[in-house]
């Protein structure tokens, strides 16, 4: 009974999990399982017995996952690449390059789908149509989305086309079975169909479960790549699991990130209360100053390191007046200088020093001999932060929360800063305006408070 089986097979995955204490899974299932009229009952049984929740995933989804593996292990740097996933139940054809997934088909011609069409009288001529029609949709779609532009790179996964590169390497004596070319896939071909499936087993060595599926495989395989026009498939021996595995560490580091987050902000919290800061202020130029770092991130290009950095030279940017309210920007510099946060660097604490030395007064300049000894990127960094912040502390000039939101729009050669809150904060708008020139120098743009004359 199939459902036993899984069962059975889900359990022990659960044992081996617990034995290495593994903490984070993803089960998917593709294919097989989102078309079995027994799914659910399926589902519920795995998981009341191993507690293993399974997500059924559609092709769109499954060619994300299969591009974020290919990406992570082929160069697809400024090219166009094609993927060819060819499973049991269905293939995926994905165009991609190495950041997004252009287009993709999913077709139900899988290999174990193929099979049982050859094996049935005259299925060799319903085959044979049923693949042409398949391929001809494809290549159609990839027409239509790049037109004549040429394919650089063809990346095929799945088992059997990684049988197909073992056997390149085995029949035609290659050092590897990392590729196959148009050509070799050919000779392939033409050797399979005239080996026995006994043959193939002891001959070949194919494994009892690839050698009957590796011949539509190889079909549906060598008619892609001669409609596309590639000379040669790619196969770094990567799926859909390496994606789904990518995916689930992206999210444990995200996580990880966060808690990592939470360290700093509150050790920061903990720095402004001992110097008496006004922390609700402080709090409300922080949120604003992340709103504006999030709306202008194509512009400033920083990562999530820069925004932590941001982040807590926003809250801590007033406790110079601990020392003294004038000169106050100066004594915060040395305060966060001296006083070291859990979770940053020496580096990072000198970066959230200087942003926040700049939130007033002189823009950054060379003659600062602290800014002078920072690396020229981190310079940069400085005075774009130092930019934002000055704009989000103008939006609480005068320490009364009332800007809930700001929203930031670019219109050539211009932003447009538009707020959100209480009454017509006619004050605060005046502040953008006139804390607005080190933003405009950085940005080498215009910065428009919409319904202000300005």
């Given at each position: 009974h199939t459902i036993d089986k899984t069962v059975e097979t889900f359990t022990e995955f659960k044992q081996k999990l617990e034995e290495h204490a593994v903490t984070h899974t993803k089960a998917v299932g593709t294919c097989a399982l989102r078309e079995a009229i027994n799914r659910d009952a399926v589902l519920k049984a795995v998981n009341k017995a191993s507690g293993i929740e399974i997500s059924i995933i559609g092709g769109e989804e499954e060619a994300r996952l299969i591009h974020l593996a290919a990406k992570a292990t082929v160069n697809l740097k400024n090219k166009v690449a094609l993927l060819i996933?060819?499973?049991?139940?269905?293939?995926?054809?994905?165009?991609?390059?190495?950041?997004?997934?252009?287009?993709?088909?999913?077709?139900?011609?899988?290999?174990?789908?193929l099979l049982k069409i050859l094996d049935e009288k005259a299925g060799e001529e319903r085959f044979n149509r049923l693949v042409t029609e398949y391929v001809d949709a494809t290549q159609r779609r990839l027409e239509q989305e790049i037109g004549n532009q040429?394919?650089?790179?063809?990346?095929?996964?799945g088992g059997s086309i990684e049988?197909?590169?073992e056997l390149r390497k085995q029949l035609f004596n290659k050092n590897s079975s990392q590729k196959?070319?148009?050509?070799?896939?050919?000779?392939?071909?033409?050797?399979?169909?005239?080996?026995?499936?006994?043959?193939?087993?002891h001959d070949l060595r194919l494994r009892p479960d690839r050698a009957d599926v590796i011949v539509p495989a190889a079909i549906v395989l060598h008619k892609i790549v001669q409609q596309a026009g590639v000379d040669e498939v790619v196969i770094p021996g990567i799926g859909l699991k390496d994606g789904v595995l990518l995916e689930?560490?992206?999210?444990?580091?995200?996580?990880?990130?966060n808690v990592h987050r939470k360290q700093v902000i509150e050790s920061a919290r903990r720095m402004g209360k001992k110097y008496f800061f006004d922390e609700k202020h402080a709090t409300t130029a922080a949120r604003l100053a992340l709103q504006i770092f999030d709306q202008t991130a194509s512009f400033h290009e920083l990562d999530s390191e820069?925004?932590?950095?941001?982040?807590v030279a926003a809250l801590l940017h007033d406790i110079g007046h601990y020392v003294n309210v004038s000169n106050h920007h100066k004594h915060t510099f040395y305060?966060?200088?001296?006083?070291?946060?859990?979770?940053?660097?020496?580096?990072?604490?000198?970066?959230?020093?200087?942003?926040?030395?700049?939130?007033?007064?002189?823009?950054?300049?060379?003659?600062?001999?602290?800014?002078?000894a920072m690396a020229p990127k981190h310079r940069l960094m400085i005075s774009k932060l130092a930019a934002i912040l000055r704009l989000a502390d103008a939006l609480d000039h005068e320490h009364a929360s009332t800007v809930d939101a700001v929203e930031v729009d670019y219109k050539r050669p211009r932003f447009l800063f538009r707020l959100k809150g209480k009454g017509d904060m006619l004050l605060e708008k005046w502040a953008l305006v006139n804390k607005r020139d080190l933003f405009e120098n950085v940005f080498d743009a215009n910065v428009v408070v919409e319904d202000l004359a300005s």
């Open positions: 996933d060819i499973g049991g139940g269905s293939v995926e054809v994905v165009l991609a390059d190495d950041t997004n997934v252009l287009c993709t088909e999913s077709y139900a011609m899988g290999t174990v789908r040429k394919i650089d790179v063809c990346v095929g996964t049988s197909l590169g196959v070319t148009a050509e070799e896939l050919k000779g392939l071909l033409k050797k399979l169909r005239a080996t026995s499936m006994e043959d193939r087993i689930l560490l992206s999210q444990f580091r995200d996580r990880e990130k820069a925004r932590l950095v941001l982040e305060l966060i200088q001296s006083s070291p946060l859990v979770g940053l660097t020496q580096l990072q604490m000198d970066l959230v020093a200087n942003v926040a030395r700049y939130h007033r007064k002189s823009a950054p300049k060379i003659q600062h001999e602290p800014y002078e």
